[in-house]
């Protein structure tokens, strides 16, 4: 158990759907992030937040839409996705962004995507 | 930009053979190093890290010695056990651009232990 949880773990969609993927966690961390990984490629992250702030958005089309209510809840809103955003989408969290890097980060069990 | 780069897999050993992965990187200043794990159908686990030079980190008993002189960080094991079959991970913090401890992840080696 390691206290980020993520629904639905499956999700199958065609490319006109608008679907939304959950990230809850329960470990009182300040910051979350969401990575993509496919397969034979290393995970890429998409977005960071600290404290409710969106801090990094590393160049991720607009379909792909962010949300993050407060420190605990994130988001991801999917709309008109391609095939090729088929994957593994993983949410992480953790305590305290300004430790910088040595800080740890916490995943949860992910959402496996599939785009028809 | 800062990357790491580790061990093509699968890697398929036997019960109680030794493991190592090799993972090196790339980065400027001085970044703390990780290895993560993943089982089938689930996330990724921290397994260990070392945030210094010359640091050792150990869990379960993988061990990896940050070498800041040959810029690596292998993963080690004496003995794999069936239940160590898994994607591991190796990543570095990334300092650069003001983005404080975000994570850079090498493309993961597929450990298969074999009874």
């Known amino acids: 158990e390691t206290g980020v949880t993520q629904t639905p773990r499956h999700l199958v969609m065609g490319m006109t759907n608008k679907k939304s993927l959950k990230c809850e966690q329960h470990?009182?961390?300040?910051?979350m992030y969401w990575y993509k990984q496919s397969a034979k490629k290393p995970l890429e992250l998409m977005f960071v937040?600290?404290?409710?702030?969106?801090?990094e958005n590393n160049s991720v089309p607009s379909r792909f839409s962010p949300e993050c209510p407060n420190s605990s809840h994130l988001f991801l809103h999917l709309h008109t996705l391609q095939p090729e955003d088929s994957a593994l989408y993983l949410c992480?969290?953790?305590?305290?962004?300004?430790?910088?890097?040595?800080?740890?980060?916490?995943f949860g069990p992910g959402t496996r995507l599939l785009v028809l | 930009g800062d990357s790491v780069t580790q061990m093509e897999g699968p890697v398929t050993l036997s019960e109680e053979a030794f493991l190592t992965i090799n993972c090196t990187y790339t980065?400027?200043?001085?970044?703390?190093l990780f290895w993560y794990v993943q089982y089938p159908g689930e996330g990724l686990q921290l397994l260990l890290k070392?945030?210094?030079?010359?640091d050792k980190g150990s869990n379960k008993g993988f061990e990896a010695t940050y070498r800041k002189e040959t810029t690596s960080f292998h993963l080690e094991k004496g003995s794999v056990q069936v239940s160590d079959s898994a994607v591991y991970f190796c990543?570095?913090?990334?300092?650069?651009?003001?983005?404080?401890?975000?994570?850079?992840f090498g493309k993961g080696t597929k450990l298969s232990v074999k009874p």
């Open positions: 470990l009182g961390h300040n910051a």
């Open positions: 990543a570095l913090s990334d300092r650069n651009g003001g983005s404080q401890g975000n994570l850079i």
């Open positions: 937040y600290n404290f409710k702030e969106q801090t």
């Open positions: 980065a400027t200043g001085y970044p703390s």
């Open positions: 992480a969290s953790s305590q305290d962004p300004q430790r910088g890097r040595q800080e740890t980060q916490y």
């Open positions: 070392a945030t210094k030079a010359d």
